[in-house]
T-cell receptor, first 114, second 114 residues
Framework: AQSVTQLDSQVPVFEEAPVELRCNYS??????LFWYVQYPNQGLQLLLK??????LVESINGFEAEFNKSQTSFHLRKPSVHISDTAEYFC????????????FGQGTTLQVKP | NAGVTQTPKFQVLKTGQSMTLQCAQD?????MSWYRQDPGMGLRLIHY???????DQGEVPNGYNVSRSTTEDFPLRLLSAAPSQTSVYFC?????????????FGPGTRLTVT
C-alpha cells in the first residue's frame, strides 16, 4: 500500500535562512508527487507537483522539490524563507490508477521567525 | 469560477444528531473527495467519487455516507454524530486522466460534536 511520511512535524527557522522539509513515499507503482501549503484557517493550495520529466520542479514563490526515485524522496527546499512562508506543508502521493486518489503525509509546520 | 465551495463553515452538533456537509464545484471535474484533517494526522480520505453515480470508500469511511447524483455536488452525511467526528472537513475535486491529479480544495468545514 502506498504511504507518505513527513519526517518533521515542526521546523522552526529564522527569516532569510534556507529550509528543507522532508518527505518520503513508498510505492511499487508509478507515482505522482505533490506539495500543498495550508495557511492558517484556509484550505490547501497546490505548491508544486511532479508528474513526469525533469526531476526538479519549482514553484512561483521560490520553493523547489526534487524527485529522487532511488531514495523514494520528494524533499521541499527554499534557499531563503520569508515570514509569509509560515504555514503547514503537506506532501502527497498519487498512483497511476487514474482515480485521482491522493495519500497525504502528516504535515510539517514551518515557523519562520524574525 | 467559484471553484470548490463548502457549507457551512462552522457547525456544532450534539452526539447522535445528523447533518449533511455540502460541497459543490463548477469546474466540471469528474473526481471529488472528502477528507478530514486532525492534528498530527494529515488529511485522511473518507469517501471519493470518480463521476456521477459512482462512489467508493477511502481510508476512514465509517460513520459517513456520500452520494453523487450530479457532477457538481458531493454531499457528506453524518448519520449519528459522535465526538470522534470532531474535525475539519475538506472537499476536493480534480480532473481525471493522465497528467492531471491536481486537486482543488474547498475552504473547509469545522465541525464540533459535543
Amino acid at each position: 500500500a502506498q504511504s507518505v511520511t513527513q519526517l518533521d512535524s515542526q521546523v522552526p527557522v529564522f527569516e532569510e535562512a534556507p529550509v528543507e522539509l522532508r518527505c518520503n513515499y513508498s510505492s511499487s507503482v508509478s507515482v505522482y508527487l505533490f506539495w500543498y501549503v495550508q495557511y492558517p484557517n484556509q484550505g490547501l493550495q497546490l505548491l508544486l507537483k511532479y508528474l513526469s520529466g525533469s526531476t526538479l520542479v519549482e514553484s512561483i514563490n521560490g520553493f523547489e522539490a526534487e524527485f529522487n526515485k532511488s531514495q523514494t524522496s520528494f524533499h521541499l527546499r527554499k534557499p531563503s524563507v520569508h515570514i509569509s512562508d509560515t504555514a503547514e506543508y503537506f506532501c502527497a502521493a498519487g498512483g497511476s490508477s487514474n482515480t485521482g486518489k491522493l495519500i497525504f503525509g502528516q504535515g510539517t509546520t514551518l515557523q519562520v521567525k524574525p | 469560477n467559484a471553484g470548490v465551495t463548502q457549507t457551512p463553515k462552522f457547525q456544532v452538533l450534539k452526539t447522535g444528531q445528523s447533518m449533511t456537509l455540502q460541497c459543490a464545484q463548477d469546474m466540471n471535474h469528474e473526481y471529488m473527495s472528502w477528507y478530514r484533517q486532525d492534528p498530527g494526522m494529515g488529511l485522511r480520505l473518507i469517501h471519493y467519487s470518480v463521476g456521477a453515480g459512482i462512489t467508493d470508500q477511502g481510508e476512514v469511511p465509517n460513520g459517513y455516507n456520500v452520494s453523487r447524483s450530479t457532477t457538481e455536488d458531493f454531499p457528506l452525511r453524518l448519520l449519528s454524530a459522535a465526538p470522534s467526528q470532531t474535525s475539519v472537513y475538506f472537499c476536493a475535486s480534480a480532473l481525471q486522466g493522465e497528467g492531471s491529479y491536481e486537486q482543488y480544495f474547498g475552504p473547509g468545514t469545522r465541525l464540533t460534536v459535543t
